[in-house]
């Protein structure tokens, strides 16, 4: 995924008022924006639409870091009721003509 992409998937988050993914936390000076892999690249994931959500720094590089979504979750039960807000926040988003919520839909079968 280019670098384009993330930066107009973060505009749109932006936009739309939709928290990180997983605390479902607004974005600010102290929690920062950042684009997270679902699946981890470590494991061999893939770089496209299909695999980014956007996630607080925190979220993503203190807490998730190289889980996958099903081990992160484990964690906190309350991070299946956040996915499912932004992926209901998100149904909008429409980048090069490619639904955003269509490409990560794949996430409401594990939660």
């Not at 992409?5 to 008022?17: D, E, G, P, Q, R």
């Not at 889980?67 to 926040?89: A, G, H, V």
Request: hydrophobic share 30%; proline share 2%.
């Amino acid at each position: 995924m280019n670098k384009s992409i993330k930066s107009t998937l973060k505009k749109y988050i932006i936009k739309f008022n939709v928290g990180c993914i997983y605390c479902g936390r607004k974005y600010n000076k102290t929690r920062r924006i950042s684009a997270d892999h679902i699946q981890p690249k470590e494991q061999g994931n893939y770089l496209d639409l299909s695999n980014i959500a956007i996630s607080c720094d925190i979220c993503n590089s203190r807490l998730k870091r190289n889980m996958s979504i099903e081990e992160f979750i484990q964690i906190d039960p309350r991070i299946k009721t956040n996915i499912q807000t932004y992926l209901n926040k998100i149904k909008k988003i429409i980048i090069n003509g490619e639904s955003y919520y269509h490409s990560i839909k794949w996430i409401e079968k594990i939660l």
